[in-house]
């Protein structure tokens, strides 16, 4: 071969390499933004889970999770729910919650998505308005909400401190 073709040949195959890591490039950058988007709309599905709490909604809350959706809270401790599985059951879990209080909301700290942006962890806290003016109970929160195809919750996971859950109402002497 001549030293004009081995050129045209190294051309040609350096045009068809850049081709193909644009195209790979073009289809990476698709993904990420895939990503981006399915993170934030998770991630706004987290903030109206916490909107749904503080307007007191059973509905509005149950409402955004999968059917066999479930609520897990690790350290109950005994003395807490363990959490509910169903949208039946978690609309049941809350719905009595409200009106032991008055009033009740979930300023958020940081929320993330993960490398999977289906799953999302959310730092923040809890403040609730005792009834009659006893107060208020205050507890730092971590959670990690995990959804499906359909941007339904699959798993809530809520993790409070326990001791300081029992100080707030009272049942500091239940604890073994």
């Not at 081995?6 to 193909?20: F, K, M, Q, V, Y």
């Not at 149950?62 to 003395?79: E, M, T, V």
């Not at 499906?148 to 239940?174: H, Q």
Request: hydrophobic share 35%.
């Amino acid at each position: 071969m001549n030293k004009i073709t081995l050129l045209l040949i190294a051309t040609l195959a350096s045009t068809s390499c850049n081709d193909e890591k644009t195209n790979e490039l073009k289809e990476l950058k698709t993904i990420q933004t895939m990503k981006t988007e399915l993170a934030t709309k998770n991630k706004a599905t987290v903030k109206a889970f916490f909107n749904a709490l503080t307007n007191e909604d059973a509905n509005a809350v149950a409402n955004l999770f999968a059917k066999d959706g479930k609520h897990i809270n690790p350290y109950h401790s005994g003395l807490f729910p363990t959490g509910a599985n169903g949208k039946e059951e978690i609309k049941n879990y809350w719905k009595p919650v409200f009106p032991n209080f008055d009033g009740m909301t979930f300023p958020i700290d940081e929320i993330y998505a993960m490398e999977d942006p289906n799953i999302v962890f959310v730092k923040y806290t809890g403040n609730i308005k005792l009834k009659d003016d006893a107060g208020t109970y205050n507890n730092d929160y971590y959670s990690t909400f995990k959804f499906d195809d359909n941007g339904k919750i699959t798993e809530y996971v809520e993790i409070f401190n326990p001791i300081v859950a029992a100080r707030g109402f009272g049942l500091l002497d239940k604890i073994k």
